[in-house]
């Protein structure tokens, strides 16, 4: 493999929207492939006809678009079926291929028996030994042939990236089914025929999947190819330890995007999360590919909380220019002279960028004033003193000064009144920053 380019694949299927368990696979794959100058395809499982919709296809390029994840060349399944085709006629060939007839109740019947018994509920293998007339006499009943591979029945080995030294005795396992009776190819036969002609080396993807991966091997060698590098990265839990499910919803990429995460938050929390490194917020792809290192990753189950998104969102948000958010800033309202130093202020007071809509209602039109009925007279007696416009930085300073010499007020008697009263908040930016900004003050 040493001197085969470095290729990775993320293959979703196109049956709903990608939530952040699928994104933890495909960042895995993507970084390997950034880190080592390979390529990194986008493969979708769509042999699914009645599950898989353009419009899921189209929602996963853009959840992959606005986190920056670009892939060098996109495969559909459903353009490969006559490659698929070929394949099952190579394994048939070769005698891996056999075709199976028992109905999906006769097959519970059989996995009730065998555990009734004491026995894994493996396939009894008991289609393999049909002869032609057999099989003639099945489809004249009407029923559909189904195809399993049959494995070959000894231990299946490899070295696992992150699980470290893997042993899977085949006889403890399935002969897998490959093709339906409806003709539709399943996953594993897909997915091994894709990777060994698109010479995929490496391939991260879930723990649920270490048994796939064993009968994969043996596909995948079966049909003439190079087994790639796997690795098995932990599976995600709620905050609580709960199970993940996409029907949460709340996970999905674009329900994240719309809650306002930003995007270099949920790479940076995803490319650290259940690994030995500390998540640290990274602002370029490049800086994530560089520290990466599956090596650190653990096998236990790995706890994700959606609000530790937010943090990491307030700090990115924070980092950006102001050329980042000009346009957004523009359409708010805010005049071009503010805008640079409205950025200034509100950036240091959200989380995420939604919330600059109600800071610049505040210095367009005004809060209402937050007056004690004890501070009533105080605030009139600061308002007649206040300076005529243009506000400078220099203004609030000026204007404390002299109502604390009228006044005799001082510390937080003197300016928290005068804060709420502009601002009609208890806390805020640096009032000597947002009076020069603000356009109207109805506190008169």
């Known amino acids: 493999m040493a001197d085969r380019p470095v290729t990775t694949r993320f293959a979703p299927s196109p049956t709903g929207y990608i939530h952040v368990g699928n994104l933890r696979t495909a960042l895995f794959n993507y970084l390997i492939a950034r880190k080592s100058g390979g390529s990194f395809i986008l493969r979708l499982d769509d042999t699914d006809r009645e ?15 606005w986190l920056g994840l670009e892939w060098d ?8 079926l006559e490659r698929y085709a070929e394949a099952a006629d190579q394994l048939r060939a070769a005698g891996r291929f056999y075709e199976c007839f028992e109905s999906p109740t006769e097959l ?25 007339d057999e099989k003639a006499k099945m489809r004249a009943e009407g029923r559909e042939g189904y195809w399993r591979f049959q494995l070959d029945q000894s231990r299946i080995e490899w070295t696992d990236g992150i699980l470290g030294d893997i042993s899977i005795d085949a006889a ?8 339906r009776a409806d003709g539709q190819v399943l996953y594993t036969f897909a997915s091994s025929v894709d990777d060994t002609d698109m010479g995929v080396t490496h391939i991260v993807r879930g723990a649920d999947h270490v048994t796939n ?3 994969q091997i043996q596909i995948i060698e079966s049909l003439g190819g190079t087994v790639p590098a796997f690795a098995h990265h932990s599976l995600l839990t709620g905050a609580g330890g709960e199970e993940l499910s996409k029907r949460l919803g709340t996970l999905s990429l674009r329900d994240l995007r719309a809650r306002g995460v930003a995007p270099e938050a949920l790479l940076s929390l995803m490319a650290r999360l259940g690994s030995s490194q500390p998540v640290e917020l990274r602002m370029t792809l490049d800086e994530l590919a560089e520290g990466f290192d599956l090596s650190q990753f653990g096998a236990a189950p790995t706890k ?12 990115r948000n924070q980092q950006l220019p102001f050329a980042a958010v000009a346009s957004q800033i523009a359409a708010l309202g805010v005049p071009d002279a503010l805008a640079e130093g409205f950025w200034k202020v509100a950036s240091h007071n959200i989380t995420t960028l939604d919330e600059l809509g109600p800071w610049a209602e505040l210095v367009l039109n005004g809060a209402e004033p937050l007056v004690a009925p004890e501070d009533e007279g105080f605030i009139a007696e600061a308002m007649a003193l206040l300076p005529a416009r243009p506000f400078t930085a220099a203004t609030w300073g000026e204007w404390t000064g002299a109502v604390k010499a009228a006044t005799g007020r001082k510390g937080k008697g003197l300016f928290m009144p005068l804060r709420k009263a502009l601002t009609g908040m208890e806390h805020g930016p640096e009032m000597a ?7 109207v003050i109805r506190a008169k």
């Not at 920053?433 to 356009?439: R, Y």
């Open 433 to 439: 920053d947002l009076l020069p900004l603000l356009q």
């Open 304 to 315: 994700f909380d959606a609000e530790d998104l937010f943090p990491l969102t307030r700090a």
């Open 73 to 80: 060349r996109v495969e559909r399944q459903s353009d490969r």
């Open 172 to 179: 403890s396992v399935s002969d897998p089914v490959l093709i």
């Open 51 to 65: 599950r898989s919709k353009q419009e899921y296809a189209d929602g996963i390029k853009q959840d992959l678009e």
């Open 213 to 215: 991966t064993a009968t």
């Open 108 to 132: 519970d019947l059989k996995r009730k028996k065998q555990l009734n018994m004491g026995r894994p509920p493996v396939y009894d293998r008991a289609s393999l030994g049909l002869s032609e």
